[in-house]
């Protein structure tokens, strides 16, 4: 008979929105340690930009799109995982020796979990090394105590990263170690700036908090993903950015994605979070080949259409009947329901 193959050690990155999930991601995969892993990364937006984001993989990462794995997508994440074993056994791929998924900021990992552990033929060969959560350490501590899913993620973790802590003041530091020691008494807790990859890698105890006190998980979070063939000036893009931020960032939960630059021959990567957006960057190349601007913004009550039409309206290419940038700059003020800044 032969030999069972040695199962495949998993590891589950997790955290809420922004947290610093891909951040962590393209550090982790610089280490030797992570040289032969294959990627899974599941996007929240139909049009998803995360997978272009991971950096350090060349054809690795397999991009789950279009929802959420604990609700919409787990059947999508086991044909994928069934997958990735064939192609490997068939030898169609290299053969990965390690596996990583990094789940939408919005994904309950519990489920996730589950799926994994309770499939008899996954199980056998997967075999889960670690809970890896990201938290923010300026925003962290607020957004768990808003959103049941961000209490979960860090609950669950075996190993706790803090992001941030650049940005954070020492009194944000004390409360955001409080708080995983409080959620997360098992778990390791590192500083993102001093990573030790060798421990987050370590397997994990197994020892996990009662999930019973922790409330459901999430509720009516939109994701509007857009793609447009328009491409703005840099004047415009910093308008439209100081537009979405100054008039929707309460709502605003997320924004990321590539845009096209007029002039440019490179993708700006825009990223925000809440209120905090990057300084913007350009990246070398397209990842995929595909040059249209893609943007995901995720957030309470946005209108569906706001993403489209802002961008629309500040790359020129407004419908007629739309109110333009010009009349919007002209009278920034005038916020009406169902206008741009509806
Ligand atoms: N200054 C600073 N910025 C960080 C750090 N970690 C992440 N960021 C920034 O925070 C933003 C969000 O980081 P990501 O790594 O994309 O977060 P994420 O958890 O993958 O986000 P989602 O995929 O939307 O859930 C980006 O602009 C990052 O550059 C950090 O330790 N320090």
Same mark, same amino acid.
């Given at each position: 008979m032969a030999e069972r193959p040695a199962p495949i050690p998993f590891t589950l990155l997790t955290g809420f929105l922004g947290a610093g999930k891909t951040t962590l991601l393209n550090r982790l995969l610089r280490d030797p340690a992570l040289a032969d892993a294959a990627v899974v990364v599941n996007e929240a937006g139909e049009i998803g930009v995360d997978h272009l984001l991971v950096e350090? $993989?060349?054809? %690795? $990462? $397999?991009?789950?799109? %279009? %929802?959420?794995?604990?609700?919409?997508?787990?059947g999508d994440l086991i044909a994928t995982l069934e997958d990735l074993l064939r192609a490997r056994d068939n030898g169609r791929i290299p053969p990965f020796r390690r596996i990583v998924l990094e789940t939408s900021g919005l994904a309950d990992p519990v489920p996730v979990l589950q799926t994994l552990t309770l499939h008899p033929y996954l199980a056998m060969r997967y075999r889960l090394e670690g809970v890896v959560a990201a938290l923010d350490a300026v925003a962290g501590p607020e957004t768990v105590a808003e959103r049941p899913e961000a209490a979960r993620q860090v609950a669950m973790a075996d190993h706790v990263v803090l992001s941030k802590t650049d940005l954070a003041t020492a009194e944000q530091v004390v409360a955001a170690r409080a708080l995983v020691a409080r959620l997360a008494p098992a778990a390791t807790l590192q500083d993102a700036g001093a990573l030790n990859v060798a421990a987050l890698l370590a397997p994990s105890l197994g020892i996990k908090p009662s999930l019973e006190v922790l409330p459901e998980a999430h509720g009516a979070v939109r994701t509007i993903a857009m793609a447009s063939e328009a491409a703005l000036s840099r004047e415009a893009y910093d308008l439209f950015v100081e537009l979405l931020r100054s008039a929707h960032a309460p709502k605003l939960l997320r924004l990321k994605g590539l845009i096209r630059i007029v002039g440019d021959e490179r993708p700006l990567v825009v990223q925000g979070v809440r209120h905090v957006f990057a300084e913007p960057r350009f990246l070398e190349n397209w990842p995929d080949g595909d040059v249209r601007t893609r943007l995901v913004a995720i957030g309470e009550d946005l209108a569906p259409d706001l993403l489209p039409r802002l961008y629309a309206a500040f790359a020129g290419t407004v419908a007629p009947d739309r109110p333009d940038r010009a009349a919007l700059m002209e009278n920034p003020l005038s916020l009406r329901t169902g206008g741009l800044l509806g």
């Amino acid at each position: 008979m032969a030999e069972r193959p040695a199962p495949i050690p998993f590891t589950l990155l997790t955290g809420f929105l922004g947290a610093g999930k891909t951040t962590l991601l393209n550090r982790l995969l610089r280490d030797p340690a992570l040289a032969d892993a294959a990627v899974v990364v599941n996007e929240a937006g139909e049009i998803g930009v995360d997978h272009l984001l991971v950096e350090h $993989v060349a054809d %690795g $990462v $397999v991009a789950l799109a %279009g %929802g959420c794995l604990c609700c919409s997508l787990r059947g999508d994440l086991i044909a994928t995982l069934e997958d990735l074993l064939r192609a490997r056994d068939n030898g169609r791929i290299p053969p990965f020796r390690r596996i990583v998924l990094e789940t939408s900021g919005l994904a309950d990992p519990v489920p996730v979990l589950q799926t994994l552990t309770l499939h008899p033929y996954l199980a056998m060969r997967y075999r889960l090394e670690g809970v890896v959560a990201a938290l923010d350490a300026v925003a962290g501590p607020e957004t768990v105590a808003e959103r049941p899913e961000a209490a979960r993620q860090v609950a669950m973790a075996d190993h706790v990263v803090l992001s941030k802590t650049d940005l954070a003041t020492a009194e944000q530091v004390v409360a955001a170690r409080a708080l995983v020691a409080r959620l997360a008494p098992a778990a390791t807790l590192q500083d993102a700036g001093a990573l030790n990859v060798a421990a987050l890698l370590a397997p994990s105890l197994g020892i996990k908090p009662s999930l019973e006190v922790l409330p459901e998980a999430h509720g009516a979070v939109r994701t509007i993903a857009m793609a447009s063939e328009a491409a703005l000036s840099r004047e415009a893009y910093d308008l439209f950015v100081e537009l979405l931020r100054s008039a929707h960032a309460p709502k605003l939960l997320r924004l990321k994605g590539l845009i096209r630059i007029v002039g440019d021959e490179r993708p700006l990567v825009v990223q925000g979070v809440r209120h905090v957006f990057a300084e913007p960057r350009f990246l070398e190349n397209w990842p995929d080949g595909d040059v249209r601007t893609r943007l995901v913004a995720i957030g309470e009550d946005l209108a569906p259409d706001l993403l489209p039409r802002l961008y629309a309206a500040f790359a020129g290419t407004v419908a007629p009947d739309r109110p333009d940038r010009a009349a919007l700059m002209e009278n920034p003020l005038s916020l009406r329901t169902g206008g741009l800044l509806g």
